[in-house]
């Protein structure tokens, strides 16, 4: 990993857009996705110019789950998504490095928190604070990342405990996100990153806005 611009730049970089185009790319990319209309992409075009540098317009905090892939959702192509993936899409203390440095040296003007429907590492969590279980291994860290949305979820009273929690969870490490110091909080003040939330839903394909 290279802290800065691998080759000069000879003009504006090809992510030098704002965060609201940005995530205009991502809702057409879904919706082509969805819609089965995925554009025709030939991978080989630009992979030495990609073997210099890379340019991501957006950056996705994914699960780990295996029917999530956020290239394929929002149809883009290599080198387009800067992707950090962790089983129930927390930011922790190393996810927040990869994302600083996205944001920082790569340009990144978006960050999404991408959850999806029936996660199994959010309905897991639920389910070891309902019965007080205990986990093998580092699994209660992942469930003590989880814990304050199944908390705020419960709060709430809603009938769907585990959709309610999946959406908290997006919403509280969107919050966390913007306010993570020094250098993510900096650049979404001064307007230069936005960061926002996304539900993929398995069934249909698509991402709604939370």
Do not use: W
Request: one cysteine or more.
């Amino acid at each position: 990993m290279q802290l800065g611009p691998a080759v000069a730049q000879t003009g504006a970089p090809p992510n030098a857009i704002g965060p609201d185009e940005a995530l205009k790319r991502l809702v057409d990319g879904n919706a082509r996705y969805a819609a089965n209309t995925a554009a025709n992409k030939d991978f080989s075009a630009g992979r030495a110019a990609r073997a210099e540098s890379q340019h991501p317009f957006a950056a996705i905090v994914s699960c780990a789950d295996s029917r999530v892939a956020p290239e394929l959702a929002f149809d883009q192509g290599p080198g387009e998504l800067f992707v950090v993936r962790v089983a129930g899409n927390f930011v922790n203390t190393d996810g927040l490095a990869s994302l600083e440095y996205g944001v920082k040296f790569l340009g990144i003007p978006l960050v999404m928190v991408l959850g999806h429907t029936n996660c199994g590492a959010v309905d897991a969590t639920i389910k070891v604070l309902k019965d007080n279980a205990e986990l093998p291994g580092h699994l209660p860290e992942l469930v003590n990342s989880i814990k304050p949305a199944v908390e705020a979820a419960k709060k709430a009273g809603s009938d769907d405990l585990l959709n309610r929690a999946i959406i908290e969870n997006v919403r509280h490490n969107v919050a966390e996100l913007n306010k993570a110091e020094p250098i993510v909080s900096r650049l979404v003040s001064d307007g230069k990153v936005k960061v926002v939330g996304g539900l993929y839903d398995l069934a249909t394909g698509k991402v709604e806005l939370v």
